[in-house]
């Protein structure tokens, strides 16, 4: 599972839905399941940096490893409502890359 905590498997999981929630839905509610699948992986990069900052950077090539991933879903959520161009296509990544982290 990647180092992944419960709680952040949790938070993955939970984006992915709201991922697939989001995928055929009219704009407006793509936009707020997006936002909210965003705010979930942003939860996961922040409990994964903090952890890298308290255990050193010596022991942790899993988890940054791990971090690394979360930040390619995080650019393709983002990237859904990049200014002039929605692209849903982001979504799919985005819950392929957080898919792969959970296994």
């Known amino acids: 599972m990647s180092g992944l905590e419960p709680a952040w498997a949790d938070?993955?999981?939970?984006?992915?839905?709201?991922?697939?929630?989001?995928?055929?839905?009219?704009?407006?509610?793509?936009?707020?399941?997006?936002?909210?699948?965003?705010?979930?992986?942003?939860?996961?990069?922040?409990?994964?940096?903090?952890?890298?900052?308290?255990?050193?950077?010596?022991?942790?090539?899993?988890?940054r490893t791990t971090l690394g991933s979360i930040n390619v879903a995080l650019s393709e959520v983002a990237s859904v409502q990049y200014p002039g161009a929605l692209d849903r296509g982001h979504i799919d990544t985005a819950a392929e890359v957080l898919q792969s982290l959970l296994g």
């Open 11 to 63: 938070n993955c999981q939970a984006a992915i839905t709201l991922l697939h929630e989001s995928r055929n839905a009219p704009v407006p509610q793509m936009l707020d399941l997006t936002d909210a699948a965003l705010r979930k992986v942003v939860d996961v990069r922040d409990g994964l940096i903090e952890r890298l900052r308290q255990d050193g950077e010596n022991q942790c090539e899993p988890l």
